[in-house]
């Protein structure tokens, strides 16, 4: 496994607004204070391919997480994307207030 540290510019949430499960993890990144990008796939049918082309699913939420080997790997269970944050940017609060 690669020992390089993640930033949030190497993640990308795939989700959609009214999706329950995809509402605790915006909630997760919320509290944990992090900003990377969020691709609704309701809102944009590019993101939705991209989901089920690259991901192989086309299941919400989901977490894309680029490596610098550019290869991706991809989190579908909000507890594990929960915990994957919690584990990785749990101990370095970001403000999220301008």
Known sequence: MNNTP???N???LYHFT???YCARVR???LQLG???ELRDIHRSREFYSELVSEG?????PALRIQRNDETATWLYES????????REF???RHSTAA
């Open 34 to 36: 992090l900003d990377l």
């Open 27 to 29: 909630n997760e990144i």
């Open 10 to 12: 190497d993640l990308k």
């Open 90 to 92: 749990g101990n370095q």
């Open 6 to 8: 993640l930033s949030t």
């Open 56 to 60: 192989g699913k086309s299941q919400v």
């Open 18 to 20: 009214t999706c329950p």
């Open 79 to 86: 507890d594990d994307i929960i915990r994957f944050l919690r």
